[in-house]
């Protein structure tokens, strides 16, 4: 009897579900449970835990594809940024190039002559750290006429430059000039061709500045100044000084034109130029083959001023200072129409002004007073009669490398954006008398 009611109660308890037994044996019971069961329990217990331990590396994978697609979101929104950025700022650096061009046109429409009085040169409020559209640019205006063109300039010129030495002043002009002869220490294709990257000399005018850093001896230091890697920073480098695009369109102080004295009759010179007979007929019988330059009308002869008797002579008589000086703007010896390498005396500096009369510093102090003196500085070649020391002999010999106005200017446009601070720098060449005004010269992110 006891053995069939030992039996009942085992077969009901495994007819028991696993969890209620689980539970059974949690309370205590001290009920048997069959062998089987145990391993099948295991088994899906451990199929459990592995599909945990799956679902944690999928959130974990899933958590690091997130966090790297928020990163590379945010990656890509800053060179998204970034790129809008550094177009605005171009466009920003060319709004300064076009404020500029804009200036120069009306100046040019106001005023022929140029000088420091002019709009390009003082006009703070119109070129510094103007808004334009989360920016603000920059320009800085410089006059390419106030400076020693290395095409036109003679060697003496060049050696009044500072750190300039003979061989490099040679190297210049073998590089410029149209043949392969070589220059006590200058250099020409031979020298070039056989460096460890040669190439060859153009032998012809330079093209950019910039191009004098492939002339042998000139390094970025004597060009640059300072360490030859300055931002448009003030330096003793000779970009400041020198030039190839200066020019002087071959026109008077009224935008007339001017009387070729190689070709005007003895008439035309007279009443052109309100002279006297005897002038005119000097003119006309030592001309000869031609003048080259203005500066052949002056002889040792020349007096200082015209005679007060009124009187007019058949003879030929060399031309008074005093009426050279009051012609010299309206006269010319070439029909070109541009004049390259002339040097504005209103808006040169000291430096290029001394290397341009060859050292002479009373000249350039004497220049300096005269302009600084005058509202708009000298009106035109002819108010070099006011300077003091420019003599009979200077005006022979420097007349014709002089000019008061100006074409080409080099522009430097900085600008800067208000969000991310990002910058963009343009330097334009740009030559006013063309119309429209034409960039002869562009370069991007330039420093110098």
Not at 32 to 45: M, Y
Not at 144 to 165: F, R
Not at 280 to 304: H, K, M
Request: proline content about 2%; aromatic content about 8%; glycine content about 8%.
């Amino acid at each position: 009897m006891n053995m069939v009611l030992r039996y009942t109660y085992t077969k009901r308890i495994s007819s028991l579900e696993h969890g209620q037994a689980l539970r059974l044996l949690s309370g205590k019971a001290c009920l048997a449970v069959a062998p089987g069961q145990t391993h099948k329990t295991r088994a899906k217990s451990a199929k459990l835990g592995l599909v945990l331990v799956c679902v944690m590396w999928v959130v974990v994978l899933l958590s690091v594809i997130m966090t790297t697609v928020a990163h590379t979101s945010r990656l890509d929104t800053r060179i998204s940024l970034a790129s809008a950025e550094k177009m605005r700022c171009k466009w920003a650096c060319r709004a300064g190039v076009e404020t500029v061009i804009a200036v120069l046109n009306d100046d040019f429409a106001t005023n022929y002559s140029d000088s420091f009085d002019d709009l390009w040169a003082g006009s703070p409020a119109d070129f510094n750290d103007v808004p334009l559209d989360g920016c603000s640019f920059t320009v800085e205006v410089i006059d390419e006429a106030g400076k020693l063109n290395i095409n036109t300039a003679t060697k003496e010129q060049l050696m009044e430059l500072a750190n300039m030495t003979e061989e490099i002043a040679d190297s210049i002009l073998d590089w410029r000039d149209g043949d392969d002869n070589i220059r006590e220490g200058g250099a020409e294709a031979g020298y070039y061709v056989n460096l460890p990257y040669g190439y060859r000399n153009r032998n012809g005018n330079f093209r950019t500045i910039r191009e004098m850093l492939l002339v042998k001896g000139v390094t970025p230091v004597l060009m640059y100044g300072g360490t030859g890697n300055e931002i448009f920073e003030k330096s003793a480098g000779w970009i400041n000084y020198l030039t190839c695009y200066s020019y002087e369109k071959n026109v008077d102080a009224t935008g007339g034109g001017r009387i070729n004295i190689n070709k005007a009759n003895e008439n035309r010179l007279r009443r052109s130029l309100d002279i006297k007979r005897s002038y005119a007929g000097w003119i006309v019988e030592n001309r000869g083959d031609g003048f080259e330059g203005i500066g052949e009308l002056i002889t040792d002869d020349s007096p200082s001023k015209a005679k007060r008797d009124g009187g007019d002579s058949d003879e030929p008589q060399p031309l008074d200072m005093e009426t050279f000086f009051r012609i010299a703007d309206k006269i010319t010896t070439t029909d070109e129409e541009m004049i390259p390498g002339k040097v504005n005396v209103n808006t040169a500096p000291a430096e290029v002004l001394l290397a341009l009369f060859e050292g002479d510093e009373k000249i350039v102090e004497d220049i300096i007073t005269t302009r600084n003196s005058l509202a708009n500085g000298l009106a035109d070649i002819g108010d070099m009669g006011r300077v003091k020391s420019f003599t009979k002999k200077a005006a022979k010999n420097y007349i014709d490398r002089l000019t008061t106005r100006s074409s080409v200017f080099t522009v430097h446009s900085t600008s800067r954006a208000h969000a991310t601070g990002a910058l963009g720098k343009v330097e334009s060449v740009v030559d006013r008398d063309k119309s429209p005004a034409k960039i002869l010269y562009q370069r991007t992110g330039a420093d110098y």
